[in-house]
């Protein structure tokens, strides 16, 4: 074991959760720590991106939605998964556990607690999830990338600093790039992406859209857009039919960059979507996933609207005409993009996984929260708890 201790990270298996914790996971190796990933099997996918990392799956389930016999079934399977946790703990004995959320942290961060572990969580969204909620207070620490998170229960208020979403080395790398908006002649690059998975009414509302810009408008226009599988040859067809030039794909391993080269983004609002797009400082209409537990994309997209950074498109509002009225407007006004990507750019947290790492370390070695985050530049525990919510940086 490394002299600066092994800490444990448990994760849900989607991107959301998992890019901060690879974030902070490369922080903490380049520390000197050792790291063990506890996710699940979608997990696994990512293995690549957690070079030096051991990684472990979990068994795990959750009782919502779920009938009486589904809920018992679903419970036995989680005290099963904590148990098999606890003893890896055991073997372990790592110096700090650390939880980001999802239902597959629930078993590990239980055993943290049953063997009194030094233990934390992070919170990525403006909502706090109901995994995170549940575990909370049973935290020593808790890191917000907003303050006073909704939903956060009131015996953790003061346990929570401050960090911001930690966003990959990839995203930090892209920061550095001034945006500059597009003037009255020229490209006009245009991403659109949908999460991991796509999005079905951007693949089929925005090309539609752009075939109603005017002419000399849409033929600016270089479009990199996300698709779903079984919406890509549509969405080619839709743009080669009204002459747009565009590179659609189902994925693309080069997304902080290509973010970096947008003059305007069209997204959905997941936690890592929103503190990417701040920390590289591009403007955005962001459509929150509708159907996401808790509406906690609507306070993510919410949280950068009200600073200037975006633009609001509820997807039951998302007709062909607003989008296409949006676009022009917004195109054609090169300072209200200008203004929105200066003000994206002021509410990013390029330093969240150094001053997450730095929470972390602080809890491993019996500090506190209010310690950290005196550390770290933060907003102490007791000033977030005091804050009305949505107000600090």
Same mark, same amino acid.
């Given at each position: ?17 998992? #890019? ?29 991106? #957690? ?105 953790? +208020? ?92 189902? #994925? ?98 390029? +330093? ?42």
């Amino acid at each position: 074991m490394s002299k600066a201790g092994r800490i444990v990270i448990a994760a849900g298996g989607t991107g959301g959760h998992l #890019f901060p914790a690879q974030a902070l996971a490369n922080e903490l190796i380049a520390r000197g720590h050792e790291i063990t990933l506890i996710t699940d099997e979608r997990g696994m996918r990512w293995q690549d991106s #957690f070079e030096g990392t051991d990684m472990v799956t979990s068994s795990s389930a959750t009782i919502a939605r779920r009938g009486l016999v589904g809920k018992v079934q679903a419970l036995m399977t989680i005290m099963s998964a904590v148990w098999s946790n606890y003893r890896l703990l055991e073997r372990m004995r790592p110096a700090a556990v650390v939880g980001f959320g999802g239902y597959p942290s629930i078993p590990p961060m239980i055993a943290a607690v049953l063997r009194r572990l030094p233990r934390a969580i992070h919170e990525q969204n403006g909502v706090m999830g109901r995994a995170n909620r549940a575990l909370a207070p049973h935290m020593t620490a808790v890191g917000v990338t907003v303050p006073n998170p909704v939903g956060i229960p009131a015996k953790a +208020r003061t346990r929570q600093t401050l960090v911001g979403n930690p966003v990959r080395v990839e995203v930090v790398k892209q920061a550095g790039r001034k945006y500059i908006a597009p003037g009255a002649e020229g490209d006009i690059n245009l991403l659109v992406f949908g999460g991991s998975q796509g999005a079905a009414i951007l693949s089929t509302v925005v090309p539609e859209a752009i075939g109603l810009l005017s002419e000399p408008l849409r033929q600016r226009l270089k479009v990199c857009q996300q698709s779903r599988p079984e919406d890509l040859e549509k969405v080619r067809t839709l743009y080669e039919d009204i002459g747009v030039m565009a590179l659609v794909e189902t #994925f693309y391993n080069d997304m902080p960059q290509r973010m970096r080269d947008a003059h305007l983004v069209i997204s959905r609002s997941g936690a890592s979507t929103v503190c990417e797009l701040m920390v590289i400082g591009r403007p955005s209409i962001l459509v929150p996933l509708p159907q996401a537990l808790d509406g906690d994309q609507a306070a993510n997209a919410r949280y950068l609207v009200e600073a200037g950074g975006a633009w609001l498109m509820p997807q039951k509002e998302m007709s062909v005409e607003a989008v296409r009225k949006l676009l022009t407007d917004l195109l054609e006004d090169s300072s209200a993009l200008q203004g929105a990507a200066d003000a994206a750019k002021e509410m990013g947290r390029p +330093r969240a996984a150094q001053e997450l790492a730095d929470l972390v370390e602080s809890i491993a070695k019996g500090g506190n929260s209010n310690e950290a985050s005196g550390k770290n530049g933060g907003q102490t525990a007791a000033e977030l708890a005091s804050a009305p919510k949505g107000e600090g940086k």
